[in-house]
């Protein structure tokens, strides 16, 4: 039967990489499935192999692509969208390349968080941010990609919060992939251009992540948050490792340990 059964989800940015494989895993547990993504000719092929996923291009940095969203009364709406990072140190950014992820990652997370609030939405919606382990570590040659992702977590604590106080019953998550994933487009943009840097190889990069994840891992993590998602009480920023989903302070002490 699958354990999301009748649920309604949208993967915004799920046309590749680790939103595709958001969108298998809901779709594999039942869940009927909306992706939204800038690329027609990647929503025709998709809507082409796999019946019943429905397709929509759209800017998920237009306000009316999230009414739009919206109207489709979702249980679980999942935005792993954002623009590629520049691949440069920052003495060779203009600001306008810097900012990049701001006006987008962090725009569309923006979006959905004040929408949801203040229309409001029905209880129990689950909203994901997919964010990044450079929010953490940083990123010095990827501009305001690292501070961007670590908004997209405050944003999930600010609108819980608000969700909180106005007694709307909403949930919001950041789940943040720790480690660079050689077969996303992210990874398959800046593992090589982070190896350079360091004067070392790809594969010699790879070997130094520690507690490295699949994107099939976050799509997991999704899943298992979609079906139970975590008490309020255990906060609102997940980070996906090796070893599962935890908190940022159970992370720290995996990386100690």
Known sequence: MGKLKEKEAVVIGGSRGTGLAIVHAL??????VL???????????????????????ADATDEATIANIFQTEPDIVVLAAGAKPPIKPVQELDWATFSANWNTDVKAAYLLAHYAINTP???????????????LFGSPISGGYAGAKR???FLANYAQEASNRLSLGLRFIALAPLRLMPDTSVGELVIPAYAAYNGISEADFIARMSLPQTKENVAESVVAMAD???????????FVSGKGAVTETKLKELLNS
């Open 27 to 32: 779709a594999g547990e039942g869940a009927n």
């Open 35 to 57: 992706i939204v993504s800038r690329n027609p000719e990647s929503l025709t092929e998709l809507a082409a192999t796999l019946p019943g996923v429905q397709t929509m291009a």
């Open 121 to 135: 939405v029905k209880p129990g919606t689950l909203v994901i941010f997919i964010s990044s382990g450079a929010a």
């Open 228 to 238: 139970q998602p975590p008490s309020l009480k255990d906060g609102n920023v997940w």
């Open 151 to 153: 908004t997209q977590m």
